[in-house]
């Protein structure tokens, strides 16, 4: 193996699998089946390693909203893009052990920037776009303070999911895309909007 890129791939799939702590550089090396000399000859610090591969995931997962953008623009329904967008969060966030958020908030903290950077993106600079077009569509009500609404429910999806306790061991990403995003939608959209709602598609 001598590819940064499926370095970066597994490094990422074992962090998020076992905790950016516990798993260790010499684990790494041996199930990719390279020297640690190797990965060092790539990366300086297992906190850069750490902050790369989530730099890389982050990276695909942002394509893909781009990508799911630009193929269904919704002119008209915004409100379906944000869902779509938690969607795909929330199947992600499923894959990922909460050990690795507590690992990179207290052990790696350039990682937990690069995370925090990247979710304010989508939350600023793609669902708040969003939801101000809903709302001048008439389909969000004129009196819901979208900034608000996006700093209470929808900047920290995470910590609402692994709150106490691993909520995906108790619930589908289906149910908890229905209670923490789509019932939250709907309390905020227009009589008129809510009568025709599409947002029953997801």
Known sequence: MDNKKELLECAFSNFSKFGSKRFSMDELAHDLGISKKTIYKYF??????????????????????????????????????????????LSHLQGISPAFFYGINKYYTKAARVYSEFRKDIVWNVVHPLLVKAQKLEQVRSDVNVELMCKLFLLRLEDTVYSKANLFEEYSAQELLDHIIVNHLRGILTLEYLQNCPCENY
């Open 44 to 89: 300086q610090s297992k906190e850069e390693l750490v902050m790369e591969s989530l730099q890389c995931f982050l990276q695909k997962v942002r394509s893909s909203i781009d990508d799911h953008m630009q193929k269904n623009p919704n002119e008209d329904q915004p409100l379906l893009t944000i869902i779509y967008i938690y969607k795909l969060g």
